[in-house]
């Protein structure tokens, strides 16, 4: 039986993956109880509950792609699986506290500021509330992208996404189809490979694959981290480091040549053939698109049961996939199942056509023509009291946003800090510091690998602007969230009339 929402809270936080849990466990700390976690699944986790495919694996190393305040000696491999991640953030929610906060189920459907009452109106699948604060922990990974194709409708056989895998489905013996050729893709094509009579794997851009330095974790390192949580601590700041080193090479794309000659290297010793070899060598820079790990990949693709097809696909039949090559060939491609691994909505987020500022227009209305932006990828002006969790340019190329995350989680603590010191009602992204903050941001970006590496990617948005990464090192965004600097918000009270003034910080 679910327990019902309260009429009014202090905070709302929309979403219990690492951004949600992280925001409640440091709430908690800092005294805040009057506080909900909203979910709309049926328990905590967010991506890591919802991407189930076989082979579904982290590309960051365990011991940094977890929370600081956390530590988990018992990672069983350098590079964790799906489920052992889902039972840390389980873990982590039932230790601190924050599972008793979480309401399961409960989607949010809208949100409305009230500048009179200085208040959010929060609508969800389950009913309403009223809340002072709102913190979107919705993730940039948490709604599927499937392309609107010709057709799709009318296919006979199964169809699903990658994040929303069918388990009820078997695939042995059957003609599959993977539209795709990104992280995901590449982690469970071997396993489909190995079931399907015939796969039939659609790339439209031939992705960079670097070998996957994976290992088990021994019963000796695990005792060690256990008996002297330093080691453990002094393993994560190795990690690091060199993960920081790596935007060196990001940030100068010509010293990506280098990493360049390992994954060449690597797709020669994989695929003997010749002809094949040249259909999966990019032709961008090393980095532009996320580079992707794996061992197995390319030995997946050079099986007799396996088609590449390096064509865009046009239509869907009742019976297969249509192609279309560069010179207008179309062909028919017959299958029985059709896979989407077609990445997420990252730079149009569902949630923002969701979320109603100051000015009665909702925050994909705002950022429509100019593509997202957010105060240190945070706060956003005329959005009171909001704060958008992996937000607009907090995305990493290179290191874990468990990091970022946490950093940004410190800079809502030290915002609602500020909000109480004041006595004021509200506290938002002045416009301003906004536009100059995103302007030096855009100026950093222009000439990493990203933005100038030769590549479409999911990383810039529909006029080609990257808002979804942050170009630099991850500890210079650290430093400068890490407090909240007066001069770069406003912060508003409302008088007996509830006409919202200005007061000084």
Not at 293 to 299: F, G, I
């Amino acid at each position: 039986m679910s327990r019902p929402l309260p009429d009014r809270v202090r905070v709302v936080v929309v979403g219990s993956g690492f951004a949600g849990i992280a925001t409640a466990v440091r709430l908690l700390e800092q005294g805040e109880r009057d506080l909900v976690v909203l979910e709309r699944g049926d328990d905590v986790g967010g991506t890591w509950r919802d991407n189930t495919y076989p082979g579904c694996a982290c590309d960051v190393p365990s011991h940094m792609y977890s929370f600081s305040f956390a530590p988990n000696p018992d990672w069983s491999m350098s590079f964790s699986p799906q489920p052992e991640i889902q039972a840390y953030l389980q873990r982590v929610a039932r230790e601190r506290g924050v599972t008793g906060l979480v309401h399961l189920r409960t989607e949010l459907l809208g949100a409305r500021w009230d500048d009179d009452a200085q208040e959010w109106h929060v609508s969800t699948s389950r009913g309403d509330l009223v809340c002072a604060v709102l913190v979107l922990g919705t993730g940039g990974l948490s709604d599927p992208s499937v392309p609107s194709l010709p057709g799709l409708d009318r296919f006979r056989g199964t169809t699903f996404h990658s994040a929303t895998w069918d388990h009820g489905h078997d695939l042995t013996g059957e003609r599959v189809a993977v539209v795709g050729t990104g992280a995901s893709a590449i982690q469970f094509v071997p396993h489909v490979q190995e079931r399907a009579s015939h796969l039939v794997l659609f790339q439209r851009t031939a992705p960079w694959v670097m070998p996957r330095r994976n290992r088990r974790i021994s019963a000796a390192e695990k005792a060690l981290f256990r008996r002297v949580p330093a080691a453990q601590k002094l393993a994560r700041g190795g990690i690091y480091a060199v993960r920081e080193s790596w935007i060196v090479g990001f940030s100068n794309p010509g010293v990506m040549k280098v990493a360049e000659r390992i994954a060449r290297a690597h797709l020669r010793r994989q695929v003997p053939d010749p002809e094949l070899r040249r259909v999966l060598t990019p032709t961008y820079r090393l980095g532009c698109k996320r580079v992707l790990l794996s061992n197995d990949y390319y030995p997946a693709l050079v099986q007799d049961d396996v088609t590449v097809v390096p064509d865009r696909v046009v239509e869907v039949t009742e019976r297969g996939v249509v192609s279309q090559s560069a010179d207008g060939t179309r062909t028919e491609h017959e299958v029985d199942t059709i896979i989407f691994g077609t990445g997420f909505k990252v730079t149009d987020p569902p949630v923002a056509h969701r979320v109603v500022g100051r000015d009665g227009r909702t925050l994909a209305e705002h950022w429509r023509g100019r593509g997202m932006q957010a105060l240190h990828g945070t706060a956003i002006a005329g959005f009171p009291n909001l704060f958008f969790l992996v937000g607009p340019n907090t995305g990493l190329g290179h290191n874990s946003i468990v990091y970022m995350i946490e950093s940004q989680v410190q800079h809502v603590v030290e915002a609602l800090a500020l909000l109480r010191r004041a006595g004021a009602t509200a506290i938002e992204a002045r416009q301003s510091a906004q536009d100059a903050y995103n302007a030096r941001l855009q100026e950093d970006l222009q000439g990493t690998v990203w933005n100038a590496g030769g590549c479409s990617s999911w990383y810039l948005d529909a006029h080609g602007r990257n808002t979804t990464l942050w170009p630099t090192y991850t500890w210079r965004f650290r430093r400068q969230v890490q407090e909240v600097r007066p001069a770069e918000y406003v912060l508003r009270t409302a008088d007996a009339a509830r006409s919202p003034e200005e007061v000084p910080a």
